[in-house]
């Protein structure tokens, strides 16, 4: 990767860390689950409000953690916002791929070019996690049916 590339996909997940979009408790989540990194601490809570389509309608995120992690959530709620179920397991199945470094064939262009700014993440093996922390809590909260409202699910 050219070093210019390198220090702006930099820029980008500092921005998100320091800046995190959809951070905030999400009063009408219809799906909820938090995720837990023992290896570094790193803790985040998924709020999800899917429609009667299963669309993610709104998606917000809370917890601690290091850069690449809030980052990550940040990007990633970004990413899913709007989207229906099925093209958020694409996204994520994508995003697991680019995380170790592998080609990740089933992502659009334009989704591949925003994920890009992770790709990076694959040369540090031990932070494959916390880059990937959100995105399993998401499948965790909207696969396993997590029902915040019916279930109380925290």
């Known amino acids: 990767m050219d070093q210019s590339l390198r220090e702006l996909y ?9 800046h995190p979009r959809h951070f905030g408790a999400l ?3 219809t799906h909820k689950a938090e995720g837990y990194n023992p290896l570094c601490g790193d803790r985040v809570t998924v709020m999800v ?3 009667g389509e299963g669309r993610v309608a709104d998606i ?6 290091c850069a690449i992690s809030q980052a990550s959530a940040s990007l ?20 697991l791929h680019l995380a170790k470094g592998e080609e990740a064939p089933g992502l659009s262009p334009d989704d591949r070019e ?8 694959s040369e540090f ?3 494959v996690k916390c880059a990937t922390l959100a995105w399993h809590t998401f499948k965790n909260a909207v696969e396993e049916g997590k029902n915040a409202m019916d279930e109380g699910v925290t």
């Open 10 to 18: 930099q820029e980008v997940i500092l921005d998100h860390s320091r």
């Open 27 to 29: 009063e009408n989540a």
């Open 49 to 51: 409000m899917l429609d």
């Open 60 to 65: 917000k995120f809370q917890g601690k953690g």
């Open 76 to 95: 990633m709620t970004e990413m899913l916002a709007g989207r229906t179920r099925a093209e958020a397991e694409k996204l994520m199945e994508g995003f």
């Open 114 to 121: 925003y994920l890009d700014v992770m790709s990076g993440i």
């Open 125 to 127: 093996p031990m932070r």
